[in-house]
Nanobody, 127 residues
Framework: QVQLVESGGGLVQAGGSLRLSCTTS????????MGWFRQAPGKDREFVAV????????NYADSVKGRFTISRDNVKKTVFLQMDSLKVEDTAVYYC????????????????????WGQGTQVTVSS
């Protein structure tokens, strides 16, 4: 069983930055791809970014490409999401998620592929 705890959310003005962290416990961290997803009120949960278990591969939603950066520290068992040039439409609850994979598996953007989820952290971007 893997436990995930997000932190770093808050209120920021448009154009500003936030750095989200997701600390994990209870599993072998480097066996999991780690993803960030978000859910705005009245909308489905959507993919934001993913990083492979060895940190070599990353993928981003088109809406955040060039503004957000995902990274991981396999020693600290933590995944990060650096969010720059934030927009009002980035307002959502952000969730990190873990997906157990073999080393050669492609990364996934589907929420249903992820077995473990954090409780979420609110990000609010004001105009």
């Amino acid at each position: 069983q893997v436990q995930l705890v997000e932190s770093g959310g808050g209120l920021v003005q448009a154009g500003g930055s936030l750095r989200l962290s997701c600390t994990t416990s209870g599993g072998t961290f480097n066996r999991y791809d780690m993803g960030w997803f978000r859910q705005a009120p009245g909308k489905d949960r959507e993919f934001v970014a993913v990083i492979s278990r060895n940190g070599r591969n990353t993928n981003y939603a088109d809406s955040v490409k060039g503004r957000f950066t995902i990274s991981r520290d396999n020693v600290k068992k933590t995944v990060f999401l650096q969010m720059d040039s934030l927009k009002v439409e980035d307002t959502a609850v952000y969730y990190c998620a873990a997906r157990h994979v073999i080393l050669t598996a492609p990364t996934s953007f589907r929420p249903t592929d992820y077995e473990y989820w954090g409780q979420g952290t609110q990000v609010t971007v004001s105009s």
